[in-house]
């Protein structure tokens, strides 16, 4: 059984996937790339059986899902590819129009946290595609993510960035975690042993990752528009595992998230094993 195993196209997950495939960790998975939205559509709907997804996708699906233990996208501060981008001060965007991007469930809802449990303004939300030019002709300000917003962080912005990893942090003392990976409950019943592999494969992908970090960013520097010194700050911010104050600040998210009715209950944790 070649398992179906999902991979967001952003540099964000890149160290992991970029060890599986110089450590030849891929030869018995079949990967698929798309954006963390799609990915996770393709899981529930059954085309695909492994696949990183955005956190607040799981609680909303958990009844269907497992997570793999020790496994996410997190920072404990900063994160660099999460941002609003304003024309204002964020204090000042109450009504005024706020283009959400399409492509992360998980941003958006962090994103109107952050605004309105922070800041105190309810802005006018819209869901768009991620173009900041085609964005602030209707907005005022943007949400941003994955590559979009590292381009904006690494450039001369002319407007008010704001770090949403850095904002959740300052405003709630918790780490905020971003994507998780998941496996469906009726393929990890029916291939423990395969499920068993991947986890494998990923476990000694991250160790390699954060044991090589310096060769990683200047291989990708290679073909991305970053400087090996910019990938490995954004590499070094990020977190890959998921230990307990993680998950903490995971269940905090949802909590908040509940009570903006962006989520119906806070599921339990439940790891596949």
């Known amino acids: 059984m070649r398992p179906r195993v999902g991979h967001i196209q952003f540099l964000n997950c890149l160290p992991l996937y970029h060890m599986l495939v110089k450590k030849g960790l891929l030869l018995d998975i079949d990967l698929y790339k798309d954006t963390p939205a799609q990915l996770c559509e393709r899981l529930l709907a059954g085309s695909l059986d492994i696949s990183p997804v955005p956190s607040i996708e799981f609680a909303r699906h958990a009844r269907d899902l497992l997570l793999l233990p020790g496994i996410a996208v997190s920072s404990r501060g900063p994160v660099m590819s999460i941002v609003l981008v304003s024309k204002v001060p964020l204090e000042e965007l109450d009504g005024r129009p706020v283009a959400l991007a399409s492509n992360s469930r998980t941003s958006q809802v962090l994103a109107r946290l952050v605004l309105e449990n922070r800041y105190g303004v309810a802005p006018a939300y819209f ?24 381009r904006i962080v690494a450039a001369a912005c002319p407007f008010h960035v704001y770090d949403l990893g850095r904002e959740w942090s300052a405003m709630t003392g918790h780490s905020m975690v971003y ?54 700050q954004y590499f070094e911010t990020l977190q890959f595992d998921f230990e307990p104050d993680l998950q903490q600040g995971l269940l905090h998210f949802y909590g908040l998230a509940r009570q903006i009715n962006m989520l119906a209950a806070v599921p339990e944790l439940v790891f596949w094993k």
């Open 179 to 232: 994507a998780l990976w998941a496996v469906r409950r009726d393929f990890a019943g029916r291939h423990p042993d395969s499920v068993g592999r991947v986890q494998q494969a990923f476990q000694t992908s991250l160790r390699e990752s954060i044991a090589d970090i310096d060769a990683i960013a200047r291989d990708i520097a290679r073909w991305e528009p970053f400087s090996p010194a910019f990938l490995k």
């Open 127 to 150: 869901e768009s595609p991620p173009d900041l030019g085609e964005m602030f002709r209707e907005a005022d300000a943007a949400l941003l993510i994955g590559d979009d917003a590292l």
